[in-house]
């Protein structure tokens, strides 16, 4: 490497040994970021388990530990948009029943015909929820985009 350094008006070649140290260490081949923060992704595959209720287990485990100042722990990927279609289920739900109700008052040219037929709607979600629990399944997704 062309250095300041002289000798008889040539430049010369300076070793790297003499203006640095060599030391060998391991590294990460990557260096990932979410939202200009540094990151580390762990992944799994689970088996004879759910995602809802390995996530759960993941979480209680995190709580228990002492993560140093500075550090979080978050989930990302399928976790992440499971959380997030449970949060807008309740938007979408609502709405739903609204717009039901406002057809229904047209078609019956109503209001208290279609407060019958709507009050009828929460005997229906615990016949599902007795289903769901008599059957032995889980309440995930796909059981609550059926019961809408």
């Not at 209720?53 to 992440?80: C, D, I, L, R, T």
């Not at 039901?100 to 599902?128: C, D, K, N, R, V």
């Amino acid at each position: 490497m062309p250095s300041e350094h002289q000798l008889a008006g040539k430049a010369m070649l300076v070793p790297l040994s003499q203006v640095a140290a060599w030391q060998y260490s391991t590294s990460s081949s990557d260096i990932r970021r979410y939202d200009r923060q540094k990151e580390i992704r762990l992944s799994a595959n689970v088996e004879g388990t759910s995602m809802g209720e390995a996530n759960e287990a993941f979480f209680e485990k995190m709580e228990s530990m002492q993560v140093p100042v500075g550090y979080k722990v978050g989930q990302a990927g399928a976790g992440n948009d499971m959380d997030d279609s449970f949060a807008n289920m309740a938007m979408a739900l609502a709405m739903a029943v609204a717009f039901i109700f406002m057809i229904l008052a047209a078609q019956f040219e109503s209001y208290s015909e279609p407060f019958a037929i709507m009050f009828s709607l929460p005997l229906a979600m615990i016949g599902a929820l007795a289903g769901l629990f008599i059957a032995g399944s889980e309440l995930s997704l796909v059981p609550r985009w059926r019961m809408l």
